[in-house]
């Protein structure tokens, strides 16, 4: 939300801004692919049968991070 709020080539002296940017880009781009992963990766325990160590809230919560960012990422833009 933020990077659609910012205006593009917009020039600031500010170290900070320009950090804050990093982070939310790596977060925009790379946080899908790692959800991804990861899901996967519960997937393939939960099929193997095997436990994955993970408390159940935080499977719920990776499962409805990557839902939130399937709708943001696909459905939203549309």
């Given amino acids: 939300m933020?990077?659609?709020a910012t205006k593009?080539?917009?020039v600031s002296n500010d170290l900070l801004f320009s950090?804050?940017?990093v982070i939310v880009i790596l977060g925009w781009f790379v946080a899908?692919?790692?959800t991804v992963i990861e899901n996967i990766?519960?997937?393939w325990?939960?099929?193997k049968k095997q436990e994955s160590g993970l408390p159940a809230w935080r499977i719920v919560?990776?499962?409805l991070f990557f839902i939130a960012q399937i709708?943001?990422?696909f459905i939203m833009p549309a």
């Fill in 19 to 21: 950090f804050s940017s």
């Fill in 2 to 4: 933020f990077i659609r």
């Fill in 41 to 43: 990766y519960l997937f």
């Fill in 71 to 73: 709708f943001v990422h």
């Fill in 61 to 63: 919560a990776t499962l």
């Fill in 45 to 47: 325990l939960f099929i």
């Fill in 32 to 34: 899908p692919i790692l």
């Fill in 8 to 10: 593009i080539g917009e």
